[in-house]
């Protein structure tokens, strides 16, 4: 057999498969596993590997090419295509050296490897066909060249995919970062990336780079209309050069001598687009940077389905439902955060505990769908009051827990106190019209709320909890609709409250 002992793998990651490459990795093999065609092609090149095994249901529209063009590498791989049935692929015994039929034994594929490959292919080539299992999942290929005088760019190309798939958890990032990889991959100096919006009718500018500082924003492009929204309904690329009579036309900006327009596709549903023009040198787009963008845009568009699949499942585990604040479980590990510090920088940290007046009340007159109905409007006034960095949580049922940091910090002149934000949400709520919600016999809506300071009126988190849930107590009371703190807390509240725990 050759001294080569390279091998290729483009699959799926199986784990029956993973264990046949473990079993060639025993057996002296160095095995490079991969997803995508242009992966295995750089592989193909940079290792001269003497074997390339693929899987016939993960082939599509541009496998004949691309299996033509591996033919055509210096170091030619032995080529292995897998099929179910008991007829292969025919249109492709031109194109590999060896057909085996799933579920694969490893003793056929050792059988099939150990074949040694001509140094002159005949010019007719039967494939052999062995006997020999695994499912997968469509993956999306594009189709490349493979001349070895662009390798270099395209080892480029496979880092900025690789940093790309490692950004799914920074969605801003990503766009930002995907859009500075186009720009550079094509030599652009001025771009786009455009997105879907909710009703999918629309493309949005998320990122843009070159535009001068007057260009209105966000422009918002209808879905077959214009350059961008024809590729985005057509889910294909266009290269398109610009007719030098109208060039001196500016077209939404862009003044270069051609457009390249991408679309960001992922399981063949296409999520936005990325548009390139103004090339560098006054030049125009080729074939080869249509290519490239489209590797880049194969893992843009999977990551970035990546990320909104993660943020969804970040929102279902930290906001509730029903009113979009954050959940007890959010702010339970925000509490310790903020605690810690509070101690470390010597800051304080101020918790309030506010409740709706009366709610029992109104679920019992007007049922609990008019009550959830309640909560979320409240939530709503409470989201618009606070400041970013404060932790707005739905505490469970129709109470609400807020952390307020750095409120009245010592020392700081003019600081806010826990006071100006507590009122003016008390008093925003007490404002607010519920009368779409709660017929007027029911009452208005209104909130009482309890305040405790760390470390002013406690020295951990349970005593914090102790002195805003008195403070509450208290506002309740005195007659709903009002504030209490924490240095208002009497010596009776205390005795009561050590009593009753």
């Not at 082939?59 to 055509?72: A, G, K, M, V, Y």
């Not at 270099?152 to 970062?177: G, M, P």
């Not at 991408?262 to 296409?270: E, M, N, S, Y």
């Not at 605690?339 to 304080?348: N, V």
């Amino acid at each position: 057999m050759t001294e080569r002992r390279e091998m290729v793998v483009l699959s799926d990651a199986d784990s029956h498969i993973m264990d046949v490459t473990e079993k060639l990795r025993a057996h002296g093999w160095r095995v490079h596993v991969t997803h995508r065609p242009y992966e295995a092609a750089l592989f193909m090149v940079q290792h001269k590997a003497h074997t390339l095994f693929l899987r016939e249901h993960l082939l599509d529209d541009n496998t004949e090419d691309f299996l033509r063009q591996i033919r055509e590498l210096k170091h030619r791989p032995f080529t292995i295509l897998t099929h179910h049935g008991q007829q292969p692929a025919l249109e492709y015994a031109s194109l590999v050296d060896c057909f085996l039929l799933e579920p694969i034994r490893f003793e056929d594929l050792q059988s099939a490897i150990e074949y040694e490959q001509p140094a002159v292919e005949p010019e007719v080539d039967k494939p052999r066909n062995v006997g020999a299992s695994f499912a997968s999942h469509g993956l999306p290929q594009s189709h490349i060249p493979l001349d070895t005088g662009g390798m270099e760019r395209r080892e480029q190309i496979v880092r900025a995919c690789c940093t790309l798939s490692e950004l799914e958890r920074d969605r801003e990032l990503l766009l930002t970062q995907a859009l500075e990889f186009f720009m550079d991959a094509t030599d652009s100096t001025r771009a786009s990336l455009m997105l879907l919006d909710e009703s999918r009718e629309h493309l949005e500018i998320v990122r843009r780079q070159g535009f001068p500082r007057h260009a209105p924003s966000p422009i918002q492009i209808k879905v077959g209309e214009d350059l961008a929204g024809t590729v985005c309904l057509r889910g294909e690329p266009l290269l398109f050069e610009v007719d030098e009579r109208t060039r001196s036309k500016s077209h939404r900006g862009y003044r270069g001598k051609s457009f390249l327009v991408i679309p960001l596709k992922c399981r063949a549903a296409t999520i936005g687009v990325v548009n390139l023009t103004n090339k560098r040198g006054d030049g125009c787009f080729t074939q080869e940077d249509l290519h490239i963008a489209l590797m880049l845009a194969d893992q843009t568009a999977v990551t970035l389905s990546n990320a909104d699949t993660f943020a969804d499942l970040h929102a279902m585990t930290v906001i509730d439902p029903l009113t979009h604040l954050y959940n007890r479980r959010h702010f339970d590990r925000e509490l310790k955060k903020e605690l810690e510090r509070a101690r470390r920088y010597g800051r304080r940290l101020t918790l309030a505990l506010l409740d709706i007046d009366n709610f029992k009340l109104f679920n019992d007159i007007n049922g609990y769908v008019t009550g959830d109905a309640i909560i979320k409007q409240v939530g709503l006034v409470l989201q618009e009051n606070f400041r970013e960095v404060d932790i707005v949580t739905r505490w469970g049922g129709d109470e609400f827990a807020v952390l307020l940091p750095d409120t009245g910090s010592p020392g700081s002149a003019g600081a806010m106190t826990p006071s100006n934000f507590i009122e003016r949400v008390r008093s925003a709520v007490d404002g607010s019209d519920f009368s779409a919600t709660v017929p007027e016999a029911a009452g208005r809506i209104t909130l009482s709320a309890g305040v405790a300071t760390y470390p002013l009126d406690c020295r951990n988190e349970a005593e914090l909890f102790r002195e805003a849930n008195l403070a509450l107590a208290r506002a309740k009371r005195e007659g709903n609709n009002r504030t209490c703190y924490a240095r208002d807390n009497n010596d009776e509240d205390t005795i009561e409250s050590t009593t009753e725990s």
